[in-house]
């Protein structure tokens, strides 16, 4: 089936440096994938759409130039946590699109993030 | 838009013991229903999804669900539960229009006793 891998799975890095999450689809070609946040004890709320070749798609309230975002290949996205604060501390999960139809959709297994 | 609730925010359940997670969604546009799991610190694993025709769904771990239109409720439910099914359980709804934006639950932790 379709895998998506989200790496690394845990980091903690130091207020103001930057971190970049890997989200990769292992066996099949994602044009669109798709970032989420989730706070601790709540859900997840979509941060932006990630398109292969093209800017992302942010939703609204969310920081372009904080969380930055490149589709540069069909099997790579990668967020970037820039000039990361302690609030920026949280669980994100990557998304792919296999394609798209309602079925197919995969998600990573999450990066928990920690700024200290 | 659509919304999503999950009337519970934790379900403590002994094992062997049926349960019953509870979500009502809210949307002005036809829905597909769908419900995660997500174990700690790990990902969503998909559970089940209700696209179309028959309104109940069997999904992966004996789990089922029941898509109620007329309550807009999707109700997941286990006969027998066991303790590795404790986690986190979301349901999520996604517009039959826009195949790019869940919008998910709050989120029920599952808490299974010995």
């Keep these: 089936g379709a895998v998506v891998s989200q790496h690394p799975s845990r980091v903690i890095c130091k207020s103001g440096t930057s971190v970049k999450i890997e989200c990769r689809s292992l066996d099949f070609q994602a044009t669109t994938m798709f970032w989420y946040r989730q706070f601790p004890k709540q859900s997840l709320m979509l941060m932006a759409t990630s398109n292969e070749g093209s800017k992302a798609t942010y939703e609204q309230g969310v920081e372009k130039d904080k969380f930055l975002i490149n589709h540069a290949s069909l099997t790579l996205s990668t967020l970037t946590v820039t000039s990361a604060h302690p609030e920026d501390s949280s669980f994100y999960i990557c998304s792919a699109s296999i394609d798209r139809s309602v079925y197919g959709y995969t998600f990573g297994s999450g990066t928990r993030l920690t700024v200290v | ?114």
């Design chain 2, 1 to 114: 838009a659509q919304s999503v609730t999950q009337l519970d925010s934790q379900v403590p359940v002994f094992e062997e013991a049926p349960v019953e997670l509870r979500c009502n969604y809210s949307s002005s546009v036809s829905v597909y229903l769908f419900w995660y799991v997500q174990y700690p610190n790990q990902g969503l694993q998909l559970l089940l999804k209700y696209l179309s025709g028959s309104t109940l769904v069997k999904g992966i771990n004996g789990f089922e669900a029941e898509f109620n239109k007329s309550q807009t409720s999707f109700h997941l439910r286990k006969p027998s539960v066991h303790i590795s099914d404790t986690a986190e359980y979301f349901c999520a709804v996604r517009s039959l229009y826009n195949f790019n934006k869940f919008y998910f639950g709050s989120g029920t932790k599952l808490n299974v006793k010995p």
